[in-house]
């Protein structure tokens, strides 16, 4: 039996000014997994994407990141956090070329901690990887991202969110 769209849209957003983060909320519990697509860049220096959910600035967070610049590799770890890194060291930059897909594994499940993996890049930086907790069984139902620095996301950034109707 051929397979039919796993991936559903639920909410796009494209950034018409700059913003300092981007708000997913009142998600249906209705899917398996969800993603989050990010493309763009931040006003000034380099930043690192970081989330919250539901809310949570707590330090329930913990992340493990994997980037490189085709030269240096390097690692890191954060834990008991209020947000979790979704990226490696300076991945977005002023241009539009940083983009992330971010898999929010198991989210409606309301009786296990939540596991968030992410893969980002930027052709003139740098690729990386990370691997997220996040401390609580409360169901997923809100995504917020930011970049670390005090700085905003640049017009033009664009973040859309799927559920993945069976994994």
Do not use: C, E, H
């Not at 017009?155 to 993945?164: H, P, W």
Request: glycine residues 6%.
């Amino acid at each position: 039996m051929a397979a039919g769209n796993t991936y559903v849209a639920i909410a796009s957003q494209t950034l018409a000014s700059a913003a300092a983060s981007v708000t997913f909320s009142s998600i249906p519990a209705t899917y398996t997994d969800l993603v989050v697509i990010f493309q763009g860049g931040v006003a000034s220096a380099t930043a690192n994407l970081m989330a919250t959910v539901n809310n949570d600035t707590a330090a329930n967070y913990s992340s493990t990141v994997l980037y490189g610049n085709g030269s240096t590799a390097t690692s890191g770890r954060a834990s008991s956090v209020s947000k979790m890194y979704l990226s490696g060291l300076a991945v977005i930059d002023t241009t539009l070329a940083a983009n992330a897909v971010v898999n929010f594994m198991n989210y409606a499940n309301a009786t296990t901690y939540k596991t968030i993996l992410a893969r980002t890049s930027n052709a003139t930086q740098m690729t990386g990887t990370s691997i997220s907790l996040w401390r609580s069984t409360a169901a997923i139902n809100r995504i917020d991202l930011s970049p670390d620095a005090a700085v905003n996301f640049i017009t033009g950034s664009t973040f859309s969110l799927y559920g993945i109707l069976a994994a």
